[in-house]
C-alpha cells in the first residue's frame, strides 16, 4: 500500500469545504474539534484519525475514497484497471468476481 498524501488530502476537503461555502470554524463545530485543528489537516500538518476524516466526509457529503484517494465516479474506471495491473493474471477474474459481488452487495 502507497503512503498517504495528507497535504492532498487537505486540499480535496478544503476544496470541497470552499465549494459548500462552510468556514474551518462551522465545519469544526460540526465535527466537534477546534478550528486550528481543521486548518493542521487542510494544510497537511496533522494525521487526523479515520473517525474525524468521516465525520468530515459525512459532514461535506463527500466520499471517503475522495478525500483520502482522490478516487471519484470518473477517475475510479483506472484506479481498477491500474489494480488489475498488480494482481497475477490467473487472479484477475477472482478479481474482477469479487468487484462484482461487493458491488451487488452494496446495491441492496
Same mark, same amino acid.
Given at each position: 500500500?502507497? *503512503?498517504? *498524501?495528507?497535504?492532498? +488530502?487537505?486540499?480535496?476537503?478544503?476544496?470541497?469545504? @470552499?465549494?459548500? @461555502?462552510?468556514?474551518?470554524?462551522?465545519? #469544526?463545530?460540526?465535527i466537534?474539534?477546534?478550528? #486550528?485543528?481543521?486548518?493542521? &489537516?487542510?494544510?497537511?500538518?496533522?494525521?487526523?484519525?479515520?473517525?474525524? &476524516?468521516?465525520?468530515? =466526509?459525512?459532514?461535506?457529503? =463527500?466520499?471517503?475514497?475522495y478525500?483520502?484517494?482522490?478516487?471519484?465516479?470518473n477517475?475510479?474506471? *483506472?484506479?481498477?484497471?491500474? +489494480?488489475?495491473?498488480? &494482481?497475477?493474471? @490467473?487472479?484477475?477474474?477472482?478479481?474482477? #468476481?469479487?468487484?462484482?459481488?461487493? =458491488?451487488?452487495?452494496?446495491? @441492496?
Amino acid at each position: 500500500m502507497e *503512503n498517504l *498524501n495528507y497535504v492532498e +488530502i487537505g486540499q480535496r476537503i478544503r476544496t470541497k469545504r @470552499k465549494e459548500l @461555502k462552510i468556514t474551518q470554524e462551522k465545519l #469544526s463545530e460540526i465535527i466537534d474539534v477546534s478550528p #486550528s485543528y481543521i486548518s493542521e &489537516i487542510e494544510r497537511g500538518c496533522s494525521i487526523s484519525s479515520l473517525l474525524t &476524516i468521516s465525520k468530515i =466526509a459525512q459532514t461535506l457529503d =463527500a466520499s471517503l475514497d475522495y478525500l483520502v484517494f482522490g478516487i471519484t465516479v470518473n477517475n475510479s474506471n *483506472n484506479t481498477f484497471t491500474e +489494480i488489475l495491473k498488480t &494482481i497475477p493474471e @490467473k487472479n484477475h477474474n477472482l478479481y474482477i #468476481s469479487l468487484c462484482e459481488n461487493i =458491488a451487488n452487495t452494496l446495491k @441492496k
